[in-house]
């Protein structure tokens, strides 16, 4: 079955930088976009950035831009979120996700494979 495992979650202060991972298996992981959400204490999930199959084309959330970037690595089957300039309100589980449709970047109601995500705490 896809399994899907975020590390790399932690306490940082404001301004520091984090970089997530996502080590992906039971899944030709080349094959397929990722993505990271996170869902910040009382609020709904949100979508944080997208990554194509082979790493050419990337989306991110509108107020991201800038600060995040995701990148892959298809021989290692997994994809990173490099966080930076982190500010108390990023605070928040991340998790990555995969959707069932290969190649292109999905929608985010497409995602159906889910990680447990891991804790980002941004101190102020």
């Known amino acids: 079955q896809v399994q899907l495992a975020e590390s790399g979650g932690g306490l940082v202060q404001a301004g520091d930088s984090l970089r997530l991972s996502c080590a992906a298996s039971g899944i030709t992981f080349s094959m397929y976009s990722m993505g990271w959400f996170r869902q910040a204490p009382g609020k709904e999930r949100d979508f944080v950035a997208a990554?194509?199959?082979?790493?050419?084309?990337?989306d991110y959330a509108d107020s991201l831009k800038g600060r995040f970037t995701i990148s892959r690595d298809n021989a290692k089957n997994t994809v990173y979120l490099q966080m930076n300039s982190l500010k108390p309100e990023d605070t928040a589980v991340y998790y990555c996700?995969?959707?069932?449709?290969?190649?292109?970047?999905?929608?985010?109601?497409?995602?159906?494979?889910w990680g447990q995500g891991t804790q980002v705490t941004v101190s102020s």
């Open positions: 990554i194509s199959y082979n790493g050419g084309s990337t």
């Open positions: 996700a995969a959707p069932r449709a290969i190649g292109r970047i999905v929608r985010p109601y497409e995602y159906v494979y």
